[in-house]
């Protein structure tokens, strides 16, 4: 008997490890699997399952007799912004009572340009927009201020001087070519027409840390070149006022037929705004 079991001793297998540190490999392969699938969200799959996952729980809440509330879980992709803090809102709306304020008194000091179609004093998300054509404020080809232009144009100076926002003076042409020895090309035309009226809000008593002036040529029309008409419009002078006192985003849920909110998909583009059209002759 000892001499058998001394026999079957000798044939007992020693790589029996083997076994379980393959089953640990598997396991642990299939782990990193697990977790390289979960990192790489699909959300149009994710979408299909959450919409499953709703069903079924709404079919569940109507078969109960206790009312249950089912949110969907896609809304937790996209969490809606935290909620302005109190003294940031009333910032805000002081702000944007200043601008609106401003505007009222660029509107009041040249009410006679703006009722004869010569100017135009807009409001938007970046502030107060002022477009003035440049028949009023120089001769053709020239940049020096008119006497009438100085006085309309000392006035809105000093409506800008009472307040902090950052102003930008823009020169534009038409596509009429000019070469004098003070003026090669639009170019320069157009940016020592800004830079006049710079000068003179300086001299209205805005800072010139506040102040910018940019020369564009012809390269931004509003109207097309081709007509007499067209091309007096693209001649003209932009005071843009920049205040940047847009309105919060509020996220407002869609419901449909008691459904969770809906949001957009990650590749939707936002809706483009279209430009505001213009009045000037």
Known sequence: MARRKKHEDEHENHERWLVSYADFMTLLFAFFVVM????????????????????????????????????????????SPPPQPPEAEEARKAKAERV???????????????????????????????????????????????????????AVGQVVAGAEFPV???????????????????????????SSVVRLFVDSGVRPSRLTAAGYGDQRPMADNATADGRARNRRVTILIESRVAEPAVSAPVR???????????????????????AQP
């Open 36 to 79: 390289y699938a979960l990192s790489s969200l699909n959300e149009g799959k994710y979408r299909i399952m959450s919409d499953s996952v709703v069903t079924a729980f709404r079919s569940i809440g109507t078969q109960s007799k206790t009312p249950q509330v089912v949110a969907s879980p896609i809304a937790s992709i996209r969490p």
């Open 100 to 154: 609106k304020n401003m505007a009222e008194e660029i509107r009041k000091v040249l009410a006679p340009l703006v009722a004869d179609g010569q100017v135009r004093v807009t409001e938007g998300a970046f502030g107060i927009t002022v477009e003035i054509n440049a028949s009023v404020l120089f001769a053709p080809g020239e940049a020096l201020l008119g006497a009438d232009a100085q006085r309309a144009l000392r």
């Open 168 to 194: 930008t003076v823009e020169g534009h042409t038409d596509v009429l070519p000019i070469a004098t020895p003070m003026f090669p090309s639009n170019w320069e035309l157009s940016a020592v027409r800004a």
């Open 256 to 278: 449909a037929s008691g459904v969770t909110d809906s949001i957009l998909p990650a590749d939707a583009a936002p809706p483009v705004p279209k430009p505001e059209g213009t």
